[in-house]
């Protein structure tokens, strides 16, 4: 049994069973892939993939358990490499973050700089995508920290803290009517062209559920990943927009206007998740607390403890 074995039995269940897509993964060719699976099977004695000829379809119920060995084996391996780095040089190596535009853009920056001035060894890396690619490449290894307001808070593997609480606003093209309106309420936006963010990214099904609580089905006549992309389409007079208040800055974004409008929709809550059994360098664990003051090192470590007992 060796570490190549267990590499391809774990990308072998992450790549749907395909075997040329488990080659290109682990630069090796697909014969190669075939033989590490049947040489690993044939030394514990155990079939851990169901087949059909020569298509690997799914995992056997042995494969599914020892898929969860190897992972976990893979893990600490992973994370002996960390302590030795950690302790080879305590200020410098890699950090790797998985986060939404909109984190990245209007929430980061402050953490990013006060870290990149503690820390200027260390090579910083942004990571940007959906908050279902955020919490897999957490998964899988590829990220040390996740920051997202959707899903990382749902996955079990994941430990996650909350870092801050936000709303959503309306935003209008300069001299919009809607203005004037005091108090604003959904149903003076509701028959409007809205532009907003897309299903899944940045709240919006907290902006979806505070319309239908109401029994109101709004115009939304166009959607997109990140507010930059809104407020320029709402600056055209293309619609009004619903945005995370935070991405709206007065001094620059002078061709639309905030609405009093935050009492419209619910709090949203944006996380900070590791995961559960990861070795963390130290100067992760500064890049949590420049986030929030209250995520120590010792609360982050014993809150893994008490997961782990």
Same mark, same amino acid.
């Given at each position: 049994?060796?570490?190549?074995?267990l590499r391809i039995?774990?990308?072998?269940a992450r790549r749907g069973f395909n075997l040329?897509?488990? %080659?290109?993964?682990? =630069?090796?060719?697909?014969?190669? *892939?075939?033989?590490?699976?049947?040489?690993?099977?044939?030394?514990?004695?155990?079939?851990? =993939?169901v087949r059909r000829g020569k298509r690997l379809l799914g995992l056997t119920e042995p494969g599914r358990e020892v898929?969860?060995?190897?992972?976990?084996?893979? &893990?600490? !391996?992973?994370?002996?490499k960390r302590l030795a780095e950690q302790y080879a040089s305590t200020d410098a190596g890699q950090l790797t973050i998985a986060t939404t535009h909109t984190q990245a853009r209007y929430a980061l920056p402050p953490? *990013?700089?006060? =870290? @990149? @001035?503690?820390?200027?060894?260390?090579?910083?890396?942004?990571?940007?995508?959906? $908050?279902?690619?955020?919490?897999?490449?957490?998964?899988?290894?590829?990220?040390?920290? !996740?920051v997202a307001t959707e899903t990382i808070a !749902?996955? $079990?593997? &994941?430990?996650? =803290?909350?870092?801050?609480?936000?709303?959503?606003?309306?935003? !209008?093209p300069a001299g919009h009517p809607l203005a004037a309106v005091r108090p604003l309420a959904l149903a003076n936006i509701v028959d409007c062209p809205i532009i907003t963010y897309h299903e899944g990214f940045t709240g919006r099904a907290r902006v979806d559920s505070a319309f239908a609580a109401e029994g109101l089905a709004p115009e939304i006549v166009m959607s997109a990943l990140d507010a930059d992309v809104i407020k320029a389409y709402v600056g055209l007079g293309l619609g009004i927009g619903i945005i995370a208040s935070m991405a709206?800055?007065?001094? @620059?974004?002078?061709?639309?206007?905030?609405?009093?409008s935050l009492h419209l929709f619910p709090e949203n809550i944006t996380h900070i998740a590791v995961r559960r059994g990861q070795y963390l @360098? %130290?100067?992760?664990?500064?890049?949590?607390e420049l986030c929030s003051p209250e995520l120590t090192e010792d609360r982050i470590v014993s809150s893994l403890a008490v997961e782990q007992t």
């Open positions: 049994m060796n570490f190549q074995q039995v774990r990308e072998t040329t897509a488990v %080659g290109n993964a682990l =630069f090796t060719s697909q014969s190669g *892939v075939s033989k590490h699976i049947k040489d690993l099977e044939d030394e514990i004695g155990l079939e851990l =993939f898929l969860t060995m190897v992972e976990r084996m893979l &893990l600490d !391996a992973a994370n002996i953490v *990013v700089t006060a =870290f @990149r @001035r503690d820390f200027p060894k260390v090579h910083l890396k942004l990571h940007q995508g959906s $908050p279902a690619e955020i919490a897999q490449m957490l998964l899988d290894g590829e990220a040390d920290i !996740a !749902a996955v $079990p593997e &994941l430990l996650s =803290f909350p870092y801050y609480s936000w709303h959503h606003a309306v935003i !209008a709206y800055d007065a001094a @620059r974004d002078t061709d639309i206007v905030l609405l009093e @360098r %130290g100067f992760a664990y500064r890049f949590m």
